[in-house]
T-cell receptor, first 116, second 113 residues
Framework: DAGVIQSPRHEVTEMGQEVTLRCKPISGHDYLFWYRQTMMRGLELLIYFNNNVPIDDSGMPEDRFSAKMPNASFSTLKIQPSEPRDSAVYFC??????????????FGPGTRLLVL | SQKIEQNSEALNIQEGKTATLTCNYTNYSPAYLQWYRQDPGRGPVFLLLIRENEKEKRKERLKVTFDTTLKQSLFHITASQPADSATYLCALDMMDSSYKLIFGSGTRLLVRP
């Protein structure tokens, strides 16, 4: 398996523009997570899905952020409009179905976002 | 409030020595704890998981301990190598029925040849 795939790997945009980050989880994994990592705040969970359904979006910072998972092999995280403080590395992770939360998470390589 | 603390200062050791990293938490009673490794420009990679009823877990040169009384986990790398240089993150479950992990800020390990 190729692992979790994210695109683009790098994104530079101007304030006010829409940004869309993409993720393909590992085939067969039922859980998908979106994280944001910054020096100041570390790795923060934004939202996660189970079987394509959003379960917890309490980490989404503002209404400018939205995430979708139209099918088991694809998810997007959208920021509209983007702001300089959104600059960070965004990770997607997936994990196998499990009865409890002991399953390890497999992370993608991340998208480094810079908003000017 | 709930808090996870890892030493923000880099740990600098000589090759061959044992590296020990600390993860402390407050206002948590996690059922399990995980350790991840993160290299620059890459996503975290899972290393070990230890449950609250386990005192110690080993995998090759890695050893993790979990002291629920002290609210602390120690992560050891024996016979360290320069290739072990990376940032190491601990992660705890949220104590609820959710599927969420809370990550510490990580400790950077530098192993000198």
């Amino acid at each position: 398996d190729a692992g979790v795939i994210q695109s683009p790997r790098h994104e530079v945009t101007e304030m006010g523009q829409e940004v869309t980050l993409r993720c393909k989880p590992i085939s067969g994994h039922d859980y998908l997570f979106w994280y944001r990592q910054t020096m100041m705040r570390g790795l923060e969970l934004l939202i996660y899905f189970n079987n394509n359904v959003p379960i917890d979006d309490s980490g989404m910072p503002e209404d400018r952020f939205s995430a979708k998972m139209p099918n088991a092999s694809f998810s997007t995280l959208k920021i509209q409009p983007s702001e300089p403080r959104d600059s960070a590395v965004y990770f997607c992770a997936s994990s196998l179905r499990a009865g409890a939360a002991q399953e390890t998470q497999y992370f993608g390589p991340g998208t480094r976002l810079l908003v000017l | 409030s709930q808090k996870i603390e890892q030493n923000s200062e880099a740990l600098n050791i000589q090759e061959g020595k044992t590296a020990t990293l600390t993860c402390n938490y407050t206002n948590y009673s996690p059922a399990y704890l995980q350790w991840y490794r993160q290299d620059p420009g890459r996503g975290p990679v899972f290393l070990l998981l230890i449950r609250e009823n386990e005192k110690e877990k080993r995998k090759e040169r890695l050893k993790v301990t979990f002291d629920t009384t002290l609210k602390q986990s120690l992560f050891h790398i024996t016979a360290s190598q320069p290739a072990d240089s990376a940032t190491y993150l601990c992660a705890l479950d949220m104590m609820d029925s959710s599927y969420k992990l809370i990550f510490g800020s990580g400790t950077r390990l530098l192993v000198r040849p």
